[in-house]
C-alpha cells in the first residue's frame, strides 16, 4: 500500500463523515487529509461480516488527540470510526479499544479464519515508554513510537484464539505495563 493511496482513502473517509446527516444534532467537522498524521495504512482480508478485501488507514489529528480508524473497499468507505484515548482508561501504555477490527476477523467466522491474516495493533504511550513489543500468532514485534502513539503490525498464517500481548518498558529497560495484567484489555478473542 502506497502512501498515495493512504492519503486517498483517509481523505474519502472525512469526505464521507463531511456528508453523513448529523441527526439533527451539531456536528463536529473532522477536518481535512492535512490535519491529519497517517500511522498505519494495511491492507483488510474480508470476513463473512464484511466481505471483500480492501485496506484500513488509521491517522491522528495534529494538535489534538481525534484518532480515526476508517475501511476503504473497492474504492468506497465502508466504517469510520473516531475516538480519543481522553475518553478511556489511562496509564504508560494503552491499547486501542476500538482496535480490534484491525487484529481480528468477525465473531462469525470463529474457527474459519480467511488466511493470510495482516493485522495490526495501535495505541497510546506515555513520554516514559521507550519500547512496546506485541506478540501474536507466533511472531514478536517490536512496535514503532510515534509522537505518543504506538503501532505495530505482521501477518497471521494460522487463527488465533488470543488478542496480541502487548508489553511496555521504559528507558531503564524495565516492564511498566503487560496486557496480560491488564483488566480493561481484552484477551481473549470472541
Known amino acids: ?37 497517517i500511522l498505519l495504512a494495511m491492507r483488510s482480508t474480508g470476513d463473512t461480516n464484511a466481505p471483500g478485501d480492501g485496506f484500513f488507514v488509521v491517522a491522528v489529528k495534529e494538535k489534538t488527540d481525534v484518532r480515526l480508524i476508517c475501511t476503504v473497499k473497492d474504492g468506497k468507505v465502508t466504517g469510520i470510526n473516531v475516538g480519543s484515548p481522553d475518553s478511556g482508561p489511562t496509564g504508560p501504555v494503552v491499547p486501542d479499544i476500538n482496535g480490534g477490527k484491525l487484529y481480528q476477523q468477525s465473531v462469525l467466522d470463529k474457527g474459519d479464519w480467511k488466511l493470510p491474516f495482516r493485522w495490526g495493533v495501535v495505541g497510546t504511550v506515555e513520554p516514559s515508554v521507550a519500547e512496546v513489543t506485541v506478540s501474536y500468532g507466533g511472531s514478536d514485534v517490536t512496535a514503532t513510537l510515534d509522537e505518543g502513539w504506538f503501532v505495530a503490525a505482521g501477518v497471521l498464517d494460522r487463527q488465533v484464539t488470543r488478542a496480541p500481548h502487548i508489553k511496555g518498558y521504559d528507558g531503564a529497560g524495565a516492564l511498566v505495563y503487560d496486557s496480560d495484567r491488564d483488566g480493561s484489555y481484552d484477551r481473549t478473542l470472541p
Request: hydrophobic content about 25%; overall charge negative.
Open 1 to 37: 500500500m502506497t502512501s498515495g493511496q493512504a492519503t486517498d482513502g483517509l481523505q474519502k473517509c472525512l469526505a464521507r463523515d463531511d456528508a453523513m446527516p448529523s441527526g439533527g444534532l451539531e456536528k463536529d467537522h473532522l477536518g481535512g487529509a492535512g490535519d491529519y498524521r
